[in-house]
């Protein structure tokens, strides 16, 4: 069976309270196997807004990745998303990262996800989830990756433990 990966932000409203919302809604579409430590981490590519909360979990879903995906968006409209400006601020953010080893280049879906290995605040849940797991485009794993970030990639990286 297939594992999906799937990562978890907000920097609106009560962050945390937006992501357990999210983790819930989750269950309908996949069963959660695991889930890393809270993160809250600064925003990477628009500075100016509140950091994000993160995390990442695993699971084995009940659907195929484009069924996924779909989902997922109806699931952040239907927790109160709102249209904004790309990497802006988000009462809340799902994104599939992995889906199995599956490798897909859609106009509406890539796996995996194109940006992996440039965000510590997707890393780091992940190392938390499996540190060993091989990316499935280059071959490096988890480790390997966040160890490829810049030094200062996790600065400002507080964890909130679990919730």
Do not use: W
């Not at 990442?56 to 904004?84: D, N």
């Amino acid at each position: 069976m297939e594992e999906v990966f799937i990562a978890i932000g907000s920097n609106l409203g009560d962050r945390l309270e937006n992501i357990v919302r999210a983790e819930r809604g989750l269950f309908e579409y996949l069963e959660i196997i695991s889930r890393s430590k809270v993160y809250e981490t600064p925003p990477q590519y628009v500075a100016n807004q509140p950091s994000f909360l993160n995390l990442a979990v695993r699971g084995k879903p009940k659907m195929e990745p484009r069924p996924l995906l779909e989902a997922l968006k109806r699931l952040e409209i239907a927790l109160g998303r709102q249209p904004g400006p790309r990497n802006g601020p988000r009462l809340i953010d799902l994104d599939i990262l992995f889906f199995g080893k599956r490798q897909i280049a859609t106009d509406e879906l890539t796996l995996p996800h194109p940006r992996i290995q440039e965000r510590y605040f997707v890393l780091k849940p992940l190392l938390d989830l499996d540190p060993n797991m091989r990316h499935p485009s280059n071959g490096k794993t988890i480790c390997q990756l966040i160890n490829e970030l810049p030094l200062n990639s996790g600065k400002g990286v507080k964890v909130l433990s679990d919730y």
